[in-house]
């Protein structure tokens, strides 16, 4: 079996802990087939003049990051295959917006991820998101964000960690389940086909299990057509790479999906569960 891991970070990211060669070494060593590194773009933190954890949020060094990728890229020809993408933060502003399609059009990385982070003025990550808003407003915010993420006027293969807002929420009931966010889920995930794009599955689920977004999300994506699903790790530390991938294809078996989709350069790879 062909294995893949698409969205990962680095040190070139403000919260990777390894460096880009030690990643992909780590990769390689587990056996990777397809190996993709996505670096946060946070164009939108830079709007927002947000911090992470009371630190500023330094811009990444787009020529560097592209630089390195490329040569590694090269050395790892023939062995695995090495995709150098970029994670763009979702931003309403139309200034935002154009600086991710320069950025796009500059250094043409092999796949987009499109996520959202910000919703009203901060990162809605942190467990303070849930702070005066009750489950329903703060999920709902988030999720109509999603929707409204997919109309991003630059190019992108993948959508998100849907669910994000609930990785850390301080809700007794914290879960984002599909049968209480029907309608905007059924939106977005229908736009999500509407617009082929790729559906990700990502590990990095912290409290909301193995894998986000959930086997109820995930099996209504697939009665409403979908089949474009990627696996991401989400990893920002060498040892987190491929974690949990194992279980996330059986439960994509059982729903019915048989492929998983590697985007590289306007392809689509499709590679056997």
């Not at 990777?16 to 056996?31: H, P, V, Y």
């Not at 787009?62 to 090269?74: K, M, P, S, T, V």
């Not at 250094?107 to 901060?122: A, Q």
């Not at 703060?138 to 997919?150: D, F, I, P, T």
């Amino acid at each position: 079996m062909l294995l893949t891991d698409i969205h990962n970070h680095t040190t070139f990211s403000s919260d990777g802990q390894n460096s880009m060669e030690d990643m992909l070494a780590t990769a390689f060593g587990k056996g990777l087939a397809y190996y993709g590194v996505a670096d946060h773009f946070n164009y939108d933190y830079d709007r927002l003049h947000l911090t992470e954890y009371g630190k500023p949020v330094p811009p990444i060094d787009e020529a560097a990051y592209f630089a390195c990728g490329r040569r590694l890229q090269q050395e790892y020809a023939g062995r695995m295959r090495v995709l150098i993408g970029a994670e763009f933060g979702y931003d309403h502003s139309t200034r935002v917006q154009q600086r991710y399609a320069e950025t796009e059009q500059t250094y043409r990385p092999d796949f987009v991820v499109n996520s959202v982070h910000t919703c009203l003025g901060g990162d809605c990550y942190f467990p303070h998101y849930c702070d005066g808003k009750t489950r329903a407003f703060a999920y709902n915010v988030y999720l109509y964000r999603v929707l409204e993420s997919l109309d991003a006027p630059y190019g992108y293969d993948i959508v998100a960690h849907i669910g994000y807002c609930a990785r850390n929420a301080t809700y007794d009931d914290f879960v984002l389940r599909y049968e209480d966010f029907a309608d905007v889920l059924d939106a977005i995930l229908k736009r999500i086909i509407e617009k082929k794009k790729i559906l990700e599955v990502n590990s990095s689920a912290k409290k909301l299990g193995d894998f986000l977004p959930g086997t109820d999300i995930l099996t209504r994506y697939f009665e409403l057509g979908g089949r474009e699903v990627s696996f991401a790790s989400d990893a920002h530390l060498a040892a987190r790479v491929a974690d949990r991938r194992e279980i996330v294809c059986a439960a994509l078996k059982q729903i019915g999906f048989t492929y998983i989709t590697v985007p590289f350069r306007g392809q689509r790879i499709r590679v056997d569960i």
